[in-house]
């Protein structure tokens, strides 16, 4: 109907007089009827083929036009159309006349309370009717379609009635070695396992019918074809197949997900540019390799491309990957079988390898060196030359991964210093020294560059996925050395932190922050400015009275400053994050829990710190490919943050690919690449960017 109000009703009478009293006897029982009128069977016809109708009013007698013809009109246009025959004559023989005619009900002209009775029931049964059409319609679409999944799925699924197979995808046949189905067919579930789960199984199954149980798995040993064995997981459902009740098991080969999981953990541990080991594989593999290693039997070269800023500038940066991957086939071409090969860094390249002596290590780190120098690598149109500087360390038995590394990388480093292309050895006298050093000299470029005003503050826009035109961006510090060149904070955090200038470069960013909020907010720029906090930062209760202070003198609205908190720091110094995250959210700042979800009990944090936003850990943002189920994962996290008030933030968004998954996810906010890079304005357009 176009509503459930209105009925669309086609009169069949010669009078129109009498048409419009049916029409009036509907209305007074409260019937909203769109009425159309026909004379004759030709009117009938036209009527039926213009528009629809919900019933036909006719009566039995209409002028040279018997009712069967009527009727015959309306059944051949729609069967399911009612059709209410009113009579004269209201007797046994004319009722039953009309009713074997296709009448669906009859009622007496005389009666208009009649009338209004059989309406309103016809009317209901024939909302009845298409509702049940369309639930036999969506049955079987449905059933269709999962007979198509089924049909596809990797995993193993029957449907068993009293033990014995009924149906079976093709994975399940294929996983016991049947071509067809009819090969299957009424063969016991039983036979599908070892002997030794027979009694087990069958009791499971006698348990299970009997809704004694309500266990969903079971484990058992699984019998391929060629008789070897397997170890499956069958896991039961209630189902229904050809309108009878059964059993649905699906079988999974625990052989099949130790394989996935071996190859899932193998891409964890590879770079996806180069196929080498990354980082994390390569630290991981050097330690197992260290704990089995004989003693002054491994060294471990560090290789850094020199003047790698010169390339990519000669290539240009699509072709980097590029230099990348001919760099590594190289080192592949002279790496033997058991060594083992990472890319380390961006530009930096780890081998560790077995050498009888020092000598013999420098050697083949010398003939490493010579053989890259030696090389045009071509990429593309570009044809160029590269060479590298490298550090070499001894791995003995029980060093840490990280410790060599950093000695190899320090030695790296040296090499570089004396103009590249060169191999430097690692000196235990001059690492102490040089580690020494470099601390001290970072601590005082921090020193020099807050005297000299060498840091600057960089802001990357947050986004509403929501069409909002909040401004709320999240605050970088930057350092420059003395000549004008970015400091990474890799670099010169740690050590701020480490020698305690941590608290002064905080107060630092906050005092400027501040300062500036206030005078945008003058100017009727409500910005939003989220502001990274240390770790150590959450024992220094004095910054917030210190904070405090600050707001009451410029004036500033406290809503307008975010500071956000590592979930790694939440989680070490919980007590001290609680009492410092109160104190903030007293003053009416909000509060932002960083890299959240890093860590199985991300959630729990949630009752001891009043955090208004989650940013999610960047593992979100690698799993977007849909491969692990991140996606269901990333809207399972942001339903429970909705239901607890928070507003959830996905960093790391490099391009528009998955921008529909976020906003289905019902992710509040965005940042990343894709909208704009850490640059020193606040100048992003949020009313006039469209996402």
Known sequence: MDSDTVLRLLIVENSRNEAQAYIKALRNAGIAVRPQVAEDD?????WLARQPFDMVLTVDALEQTPLAKIIGLVR????QLPV????????????LAALRQGANSVVSKESPEQLQLIVARETANLEHRRELAIARSTLVETERRCQALLGSSRDAIAYVHEGMHIYANPSYLELFGFVGFDELEGMPLMDMVTPDDHVRLKEFLRQYSRGEITQEQLEVTGLHPDGSQFKAAMFFAPANYDGEPCTQITIRDETDDLELQQKLQTLSRQDSTTGLLNRIGFLESVNQGLEQASAGTHYLLYLMIDDFKAVKEQVGIGATDGVLQAFADLLREHAAAEDLLARFS???????FQAPDVEAGAQRGEQLRAAIAGHLFEVDDHALSMTCSLG?????????AHAVVAQADLACEAAQAEGGDRLQRHNPVNYAKATQQRDQVMVEMIKEAGKEGRFRLYYQPIVSLAGNAEENYEVFLRMFDDQGEVVSPAQFLPAAEQSGQIGDIERWV???VIHILAKRHKGGRKTRLFINLAESTLADLALVEWLGTQLQQSGLDSSALVFEILEDAVSNHIGDARQFCEALKKLGCGIAIDHFGSTANSFNYLSHIPADYLKLDRSFASAMDGKGGGLERLKEV??????????????????????SELWQCQIDLIQGYFLQEPSPGMTFDFQGESL
């Open 392 to 400: 070499l360390s001894p791995a003995e038995p029980g060093d840490e």
């Open 346 to 352: 961006d530009q930096a390249f780890a081998l560790l």
């Open 638 to 659: 942001a339903l429970r943050a909705h239901e607890l008030d928070k507003k959830v933030i996905a960093e790391f968004v490099e391009d528009a690919r998955h921008l």
């Open 76 to 79: 051949a246009g729609d069967p």
């Open 510 to 512: 906050i005092a400027n």
């Open 42 to 46: 030709e009117d009938v016809a036209e």
């Open 84 to 95: 209410v025959v009113v009579t004269d004559a209201f007797d046994a023989p004319h009722v």
